[in-house]
Structures are given as structure tokens and as C-alpha cells.
């Protein structure tokens, strides 16, 4: 079952007409799963200095509740203010330090 329809996320949040025609490779897959969670990491441990050298400079981050955000800068400073209204909020639970 596609993740879409078991999903309790609002409508729109995941689009399935959005998916590539074709299926990335095994590599870029773990590529990917691994930047994401270099940058929750980042995002965790409040390290905005390995956060900026993650992102490009013409970063998009594009949330369906918090907006867009068309630099890597104008995210970064995001996250600053989300995580100082938020002090315990962490992606990923396990990031215990």
C-alpha cells in the first residue's frame, strides 16, 4: 500500500502525482536518507554552523504548515526561531547528547 493512503498527514502534505516516473537508484535512495538525517541531526543538536555547510545557498524548503523558505540562510534563521519557541522539540528521538 502506497504510503499516501495509510498516511494521517493533512491532504496535500503528500501528493502522489508529484512521485518521479521512474524509481531512483538504491544509492541515491541511501544518499538521500542520509543527508536528511545529517540535517535533523543539525537541526537537533543546534549546530546552524553544519547546517550552513550542508545546504546550497539557493536551498528550497517548501512546508505545507510552515511555508516556504527559498535560501538556506532564510531557513536556517527558521529553525532558529522554531527551536527557540520549541527547546524540546527533536526530529529524531534518539538524538540523545
Known sequence: MPFHDI???PPG??????TLESELSTSNRIQITELL?????????RDYEALKQILVDDYIN???LFGKHE?????????QMMLCEKQQLKRQKINNY
Do not use: G, K, M
Open 71 to 79: 535560501s538556506a540562510s532564510s531557513f536556517i534563521v527558521f529553525c
Open 37 to 45: 538525517h545529517r540535517i535533523y541531526l543539525c537541526e537537533d543538536s
Open 13 to 18: 502534505f503528500c501528493n502522489p502525482e508529484t
Open 62 to 64: 517548501e512546508h505545507p
Open 7 to 9: 498516511t494521517e498527514l
